[in-house]
Nanobody, 117 residues
């Protein structure tokens, strides 16, 4: 079992950038999800264990970039943030290689990102 810990969240202004980090160790496919109160958790981005494959939700494509160090930490660089990006962001991991969008077994505690307009 892997322990996942997110960091880097906070309060920013619309248009700002923010970088989230997730500490991990091992050969895992990893992803970022987010959730706002009253809504289901939604997929944001996923990356293969080697970092060679990645996939994004349409709502963040071209603004967010997922990356990782092989066998360890994962990152989410977020640009041009807007109020709709406000959510609790979760780091997730799983042993299976694919798909990148769902089927995750392990979850972090979540970290708040708030974008003020």
């Amino acid at each position: 079992q892997v322990q996942l810990v997110e960091s880097g969240g906070g309060l920013v202004q619309a248009g700002d950038s923010l970088r989230l980090s997730c500490t991990a160790s091992g050969r895992y496919t990893m992803g970022w999800f987010r959730q706002v109160p009253g809504k289901e958790r939604e997929f944001v981005a996923g990356i293969s264990w080697s970092g060679s494959d990645s996939f994004y939700a349409e709502s963040v494509k071209d603004r967010f970039t997922i990356s990782r160090d092989v066998y360890t930490n994962m990152y989410l660089q977020m640009k041009s943030l807007n109020a709709q990006d406000t959510a609790v962001y979760y780091c997730a991991a799983k042993r299976a290689d694919f798909p990148l969008t769902h089927g995750y077994d392990y979850w972090g505690q979540g970290i708040q990102v708030t974008v003020s307009s």
